[in-house]
Every structure is written in C-alpha cells, then in structure tokens.
DNA sequence: GGTAAAATCACCCGAAAGTATGAGGGCGAA
DNA sequence: TTCGCCCTCATACTTTCGGGTGATTTTACC
C-alpha cells in the first residue's frame, strides 16, 4: 500500500527530500560562513540559480513531454480493378435482372454461352435470350460490347 | 543587429530581466522587513519556492517539442482506363506484332471483325488471320478471353 | 541481294454467337 | 385475380467467329 503510494508519486518525493536536503545544506552553510553583508546577495543568488536548477529539472521529469504530431499523408495509389465497387445505380438505371448480370459477369470472364449455360445449370437456349435482353438493355450488338459498358458502367471490375 | 540578438535569445533576456527585478524585490524586503532568526528559513523556502517555479515555467516554454510524424496513408483510387499505364514488358514477351495489337485493341472496344476490317481498310479474311495469331499468342481461345487476359497484361487500359 | 518476319488476302468448314418468335411456370403488385 | 416481369426452354434461322491451310507482298535486317 504504502510502497505502491509511494510509486506513483515518486517524483514528488523526490522533490520533496531534494528540498529538505538542501534546506539542510543551506543551514549548514549558514552556521559555518558568516554571511557578510554583500555575501549575502551572493548566497541568495546561488540559492536562486540552485533552485532555478531544480525547477527546470522537475519540470523536465515532471510535464509530460510535448507531442507535436505532423501528418502527413502518403498517396497510395490503386488499381480500381482490384478494388472494384459495384455501381448500384448503374445496375438499377440499366434495368437488368440479378440474372441477367449475373450472366453478364460471367460472360466478361471469357466463358461461352455453353460454359455459362453447365455452371447456371440452365440450358444453352437459356443463355441466349439472357444475352438478348442483356445486349437490349446495355444498348448494344455484340458481347464485346456488353463487356466494354458494362466495365464502364462499373457493374463489373 | 542588436535586435536581432535580443530576438534570438529573447527567453535569455526575458529570464535575466526576470532575475533582476526579483533579486531588487528581495533587496527592497529586506529592508523593509527585519529578518529574524526564524524568518530566515521562510524567507530562504519562499526563495526556494519562488525559483523552483521560475525554473518550471522556464522549463515549459524552453523544452522542443518533441516531433512525432504520423504518417497516413491516404488511398486514392484512380479510374484504371483514365490512367491507363501500357505494360511495355508484356507486349515485348507477348511476341505480339504492332499490327496485331492495334486490331486487339480495337476488337477490345467491341468492334467486329468486319468493323476492324473496314476501320483499318483491309480485308476481313486478313483481320481473321490476325487474330488467329493473337489469340495463339496469347494463348487463348476467344476473342473474349483475349480481352481479359490483354487488360490483365496491360495491353489494353 | 537474300532472308526472316510481318502484313496482306483467299477459301472452306464447323462452332459459336446472335435474332426472332413462342410458350409455360412463378411471383409480387395493382 | 389479373397484369407485368422474370426465368426458363425450345425451334429455326442468320451472322459472326475461329481454325486450318496456303499464298503473295511488304518491310526490315544482315
């Protein structure tokens, strides 16, 4: 208890001994010198610098050091590719399905319309008139062309 | 010139000044007081205590502060087809010729075959040819995985 | 001047893509 | 419940794509 109060205010402790010990030493001083009278401005002028001292010394224990925080911000740069975001209101604007852009997707990853149709489990058929509507509702001809809006579009990376 | 010097050590003068005023605020109590042997030691802590406080507050505004530098990375994504960068390395690997790639570009904008050929003024059969070479290049199967894997390499933004 | 690579074009054929049209079941809003 | 939309599938047809092969011309380089 007593060890642990003694901790946390040890610094003032410190202090508190620096002080008596020196107030010893001065009377000490004081019983063996006589103090003249211009001694006596000296002696308060080294008890001036002497606790000046002390003070700047506590102070530099005591405060807590000052932080001056700089930020600065570093650019990282990134590939929107690798950080794609999905475009809602390009999705909901073009007026697509979950289906057909799911289609979609997967045509831009280079399947065929017979690749996309075995990992849908739907029938090739199937896929085409997806395609069509797709192709109707991006506004172009080809698949090409539905891959190139749609990365522009944002609706795939 | 002197200025100068006064303004570089200002803390300097300001604590000489300090010192001095106090030091004749001393004197002038102890005239006006008569210091008895017990209001000595009150009058060496008061002192003590005065100087011990200059010291602190000198302490206080001589420390540096102490410079921590925080650095924030800052993501900025950019559009990858508006700040497309061409990967030279991997057209020279590719093997692929400047012909070659121009109608892969132009087949990444969804262009048909006969659209390139038109565009480029030769025939259909020739941009067929090219793109048998292409897509052997490249090692791949269809012009849509062409177009994926050239925007991978960075042959195409 | 010969050679190699690139670019050009042609013909055929099969595969894939795309168009047009119809149709049936499911599901939510009017 | 009807209407509209989505998802599904089918048939028939046209167009485009892609592979294979072969050929000629141009360009670049030793």
Redesign the interface.
Known sequence: MALAFFRKYKTIWLYGAS?AV??FL??WL?LRFIIYDHA??AY??A??????????????R??K?????????????????T?F?FNEKAFAGSGMSKRELEVLQL??????NQQIADQLYVSLNTIKTHNSRIFEKLD?K????????A??LGLIP
């Open positions: 002080l020196l107030l001065l009377k004081e006596f401005e308060i002028g008890i001036a610098l002497l606790f000046t001292s002390l003070g700047i010394w506590l102070a530099m005591l405060t050091p000052k932080v001056e925080t700089v930020v600065i911000e570093k650019e990282i740069y990134r590939d929107a590719a950080n975001i045509m831009t990853e280079g399947h065929s172009v080809s698949r090409t062309q539905a891959i190139e809006k990365k522009r």
